[in-house]
């Protein structure tokens, strides 16, 4: 069974612009998670999706918005950038009901 | 406020040599408590999940036990292989089912040849 993909693995932006991830959860599962994670705070939850609604949100600003497509496929965008949201991206899938989720290998994300 | 804490930060040993990666934490009550392991430039590998205190996990050279305050993952007989950073999370009793993780800062183990 194929893991969870993200893309694009590697994104380059400045600071001001907005960038989107991409992330394709394991086949069956239908929930999704975003994390960032950066070497000062590690890893942080940014929101879960289950059936194209977000269930959870962690705190951070409103800048960071997702989305999940009725195939569970599941996007995340972030406005505005700024330096210090310069991180690896980090989508995680799971089956309603199991609390194990499987991460795909992240995007990394640098502004200058 | 959930937190989780790991210990050491890093930890050096030889190949062959066993010790153990603890993890306090504090939520507000307990669904499980995961470990993962990521290698560097990739996501975290799930381990093992425990659910409740008293419970343990195996696999291969790793144990995983809990307590109602603190988890250990035992590495028995490293090998080189086994270097990574192991992480660990909790997941507290939310509403509706939904899932939020709460990371420690993790343990970066090497083991030598």
């Known amino acids: 069974k194929a893991g969870v993909t993200q893309t694009p693995r590697y994104l380059i932006k400045t600071r001001g612009q907005q960038v989107t991830l991409s992330c394709s959860p394991i086949?069956?599962?239908?929930?999704v998670s975003w994390y960032q994670q950066t070497p000062g705070q590690g890893l942080q939850f940014l929101f879960e999706?289950?059936?194209?609604?977000?269930?959870n949100k962690g705190n951070f600003p409103g800048r960071f918005s997702g989305r999940q497509f009725s195939n569970s496929r599941s996007e995340m965008n972030v406005s505005t950038l700024e330096l210090g949201d310069s991180a690896l991206y980090l989508c995680?899938?799971?089956?309603?009901?199991?609390?194990?989720?499987?991460f795909g290998p992240g995007t990394r994300l640098t502004v200058t | 406020e959930d937190q989780v804490t790991q210990s050491p930060e890093a930890l050096r040993l030889q190949e062959g040599e066993s010790s153990s990666l603890n993890c306090s934490y504090t939520?507000?009550?307990?669904?499980?408590l995961f470990w993962y392991r990521q290698d560097p430039g990739k996501g975290p590998e799930f381990l093992f999940t425990?659910?409740?205190a008293g419970e343990e996990k195996e696999k291969e050279r790793l144990k995983a036990t809990l307590t109602k305050k603190e988890s250990f993952l035992h590495i028995t007989a490293p090998k080189p292989e086994d270097s990574a950073t192991y992480l660990c999370?909790?997941?507290?009793?939310?509403?509706?089912?939904?899932?939020?993780?709460?990371f420690g800062q993790g343990t970066r183990l090497t083991i030598n040849p």
């Open positions: 999706y289950f059936s194209e609604t977000q269930r």
């Open positions: 995680a899938s799971r089956t309603f009901g199991s609390y194990e989720q499987y």
């Open positions: 086949s069956g599962h239908r929930s």
């Open positions: 425990l659910y409740s």
């Open positions: 939520v507000s009550g307990l669904r499980g």
């Open positions: 999370a909790v997941q507290a009793i939310e509403v509706q089912g939904a899932q939020k993780l709460v």
